[in-house]
């Protein structure tokens, strides 16, 4: 009986493995591709590829070297947005960081203005917080409840435990709240893009931004954003910057 | 031969000093007062003569049923005249709408106007007509127009018609906007002599003239059925209102004062002596005038009507970088009106800023915006033929393009604090692997589905909460599990019993029976269904059972049971026939359960 259920495991895991299989695959060869075109220095095909690359499934090395392909085309915007999300996906990957570091130098941009929470929620990737979260309620909930239901002997352990998660809980609350946050922090994709004072066609300018540089989206109408940027608020096309999340 | 020595030694000694002599180069020295002097030199309007006007009649005499024309000319311009609306005229006289014009004359070094009122009459009966004077008001001063006479003669052979300018035009059925040439002829005068013409008008409602275009030549015609050399002036009207135009030509007649240069063709005379101006008008012209029609309209219509055509667009070069201008040269050829052609307007491009070339060039400026141009924009132009009354698309079709974008710096050097040029940082190599992959850059805060998984672990909670509330409501009422047990285990005996009953295994049948009872009525005391006897179940049966046939059934029953322990068990034929007194005794067994 315990063998038939062992291999019900194994059933289920390659299952799992072949549904994702096909995707991994995609990337993969997306990403092969990819490294082909930027070695022979045909940044715009190879920016193309390493964009299926994305959208087969976003990973952090696929978005460095995409990155890094929109940099040598001239698209700064593009590149910096690039590897924000690589950093996003992997706030410890050392290349995005680095670059992203070089580039905004190069083009003279600030990084965005984070708030405390926001920084906190930089140090792991935004699904370990969840999950971490997740873990950490229902391990305190199942400390404080189970040994109660089951008869346990009642132990100083269990009251520790429960005690440590629920306090790791209370911590990733605030990381989880900077994940939703930084949510609305996009990037400015053109140069001078134009900062308008009402969401038309028409409306006046109040400032243009640079590409790379980041703004908030506070809210939406219509084909137009109303941001905030370093300097200023205003209304912006919606073609002219990107979520570094999108929702 | 000495002389000419003297001259060559005097060349020489002024070559030697022309250094001494010349200066360098320098601008003009300008007087004090002489750029006021350049403003006030031009000729004084002169105001100070009294003005002056005369009227005559041209010709004096004609025909019975004959044409003159009524002239009054005033020297003062045509705007500080108070013309009066009707004139002492003999009602035998028709007299036709008043035309005017004026012309500025040069007199004595001064300008001075002349402004000329005509009148076309018809004479129909023969006498003497007089326009007795009048006086007019120039400027709040009375000036007296003096009488003129007619006179019109039944039978007079011979007798000329007063001149007058012929206007032709080259279509009378045009649209609204729609160029077209009218020609004004000014055929030779008395003694085949040629005039020039100025001030020349078309007076007229809803027109527009192009007087920059405006062409003047002497050419020989076909007038009257007579070859005559003839001033033509040929100039291009547009018509700016729909619905029947009527309109003339004017002009001042001006002796050799041609305004612009003009070409000659054939032997002509021109006249000598100082110039007479006369004002000639033309028959009136009508034209229809039709407007556009809406249906059928194309993009980027500017308003070109005629036919066009259009030379394949030339683009300066197809590989350019971004922010390159690079211009798209358009030709456009046809029967239309080509100095009319209005080029396409600039279409909006996200990719592209376009730029429309100033006129007369038909060309715009083209600057990518990015490296994703494939090629450039479709410019949307057409023209309205006015023969098939139809939008006829010119639009100039996208161009190919190959844009680079302008490669950003992949490294520089550090700066430290004393200004020293460090090591260079550069941007990072290719990542060798994707790395770390998700599903999607969207985080799970924000996904609907996280919150369902986060939903198992409460329900999971919930159903142990609840399992261990039943498990000691049980520990608290071990009656219910019990009763439970037994009504399970009563079924089973009742299948056993069931059993027995068809294989007519009598033995069988009273040992499940009695083990059925025993099972019903044990949780009662509570004890073990083995424990049980036959006056146990008879006690549990109320009082109606107990009186009645169901005691007799449980008795027979037990006492067929414990039959087999005796030594000599007796078989009970008639057993068997109990079934159904047993059925009724375990359902009332079972009710109390």
Partial sequence: MAGCDRLGVWVVLALLVCLAAPGRAATNDFFARGMELSRAGQFPEAAAVFEKAVEAGPSAGVLVNLGLAEWQRGHAGAAILAWERARWIDPADARATANLEFARQVVQVDAPQLKWFETVSTWLPPNAWVWLAGTMLWLALGLLVLPGIFHWRKAGWHQLLAALAFGIFLFSLTANFGVVSRTQIGLILKSNAPLRLTPTHGGEVLSTLAAGEPVRQLRTRGRYAFVRAAGASGWIGEDEFQLVCPR | ?593
């Avoid at chain 2, 309007?45 to 003159?68: E, N, Q, R, W, Y």
């Avoid at chain 2, 009106?337 to 592209?352: F, G, K, Q, Y």
């Avoid at chain 2, 639009?395 to 200004?419: I, K």
Wanted: proline share 10%; aromatic share 6%; hydrophobic share 45%.
């Fill in chain 2, 1 to 593: 031969m000495g002389r000419l020595k003297h001259i060559r030694n005097g060349f020489i000694h002024f070559l030697w000093l022309t250094p001494f002599l010349v200066n360098a180069q320098m601008s003009p020295h300008i007087p004090p007062g002489s750029q006021l002097q350049l403003q006030v030199a031009q000729p004084m309007v002169d105001v100070s003569t009294p003005v002056t006007a005369t009227a005559a009649f041209d010709p004096p005499l004609v025909p019975a049923g004959g044409k003159a024309f009524y002239r009054v000319n005033v020297d003062a311009t045509e705007s500080s005249i108070d013309w009066p609306e009707a004139l002492p005229v003999p009602p035998e006289l028709k007299f036709g709408a008043k035309q005017s014009g004026q012309i500025t004359l040069m007199q004595a070094n001064q300008y001075r106007p002349l402004a000329s009122f005509v009148y076309e009459v018809a004479a129909p009966l023969a006498g003497h007509y007089t326009i007795t004077n009048f006086s007019v008001n120039v400027a709040g001063v009375r000036v007296e127009v003096p009488a003129a006479s007619l006179d019109v003669d039944a039978k007079i052979p011979g007798l000329q018609a007063p001149r007058r300018l012929e206007l032709e035009v080259s279509a009378t059925n045009v649209f609204l906007g729609q160029p077209f040439h009218a020609r004004v002829i000014l055929p030779v005068g008395p003694g085949n002599e040629i005039e020039a013409l100025r001030e020349i008008e078309l007076r007229g409602d809803g027109l527009m003239v192009d007087k920059t275009a405006m062409r003047q030549a002497i050419e020989t015609i076909n007038h009257n059925g007579e070859l005559k050399p003839a001033l033509i002036c040929e100039m291009t009207v547009t018509p700016i209102a729909a619905g029947r135009l009527e309109f003339t030509a004017q002009g001042f007649t001006a002796g050799r004062e041609f305004s612009a240069p003009i070409s000659i063709s054939g032997q002509v005379n021109f006249q000598g002596g100082p110039p007479k101006y006369v004002l000639l008008v033309s028959d009136p012209v009508e034209l229809n005038v039709r407007s556009l029609p809406v249906e059928g309209e194309l993009p980027g219509f500017t308003g070109s009507i005629g036919k066009f055509f259009q030379d394949p667009p030339h683009l300066a070069t197809n590989r350019l970088q971004v922010g390159e201008p690079v211009q798209l040269s358009l030709s456009f050829h046809g029967e239309g009106e080509l100095t009319r052609l209005v080029p396409p307007a600039a279409p909006a491009s996200r990719d592209w800023q376009i730029i429309v070339d100033p006129p007369p060039a038909t060309s715009f400026t083209l600057i990518p915006l990015a490296d994703e141009a494939r090629q450039t924009p479709a410019i949307p132009f057409c023209y309205f033929d006015p023969v098939t009354e139809k939008y006829v698309d010119l639009t100039v079709p996208p161009q190919p393009v190959t844009v680079v974008g302008q490669g950003l710096p992949v490294e520089q050097p550090v700066v430290d604090d004393g200004g020293k040029a460090g090591a260079r940082v550069k941007l990072s190599a290719l990542a060798p692997a994707p790395g770390k992959t998700v599903r999607s850059l969207k985080p799970l805060q924000l996904q609907t589905w996280f919150v369902g998984v986060q939903l198992a672990p409460v329900a999971g909670i919930l159903a142990l909460w609840q399992w261990d509330r039943r498990r000691r409501y049980l520990a608290a009422h071990p009656e219910i599990l019990r009763r439970a047990q037994a009504r399970r285990a009563l079924r089973r005996e009742k299948q056993q019993l069931q059993k027995a009953l068809t294989a007519g295994d009598a033995s069988a049948f009273a040992q499940h029976a009695a083990r059925a009872m025993s099972i019903a009525v044990a949780p009662h005391f509570p004890a073990d269904a083995r424990a049980m006897v036959c006056a146990d179940v008879l006690s549990q049966l109320d009082v109606s059972a107990q009186n009645g046939a169901g005691t007799d059934t449980v008795r027979q029953v037990f006492a067929a049971a414990d039959a087999q322990f005796a030594i000599h068990p007796r078989p009970s034929p008639g057993l068997l026939a109990l079934s159904a007194g047993v059925e009724s005794v375990l359902q009332k067994l079972e009710e109390k359960l």
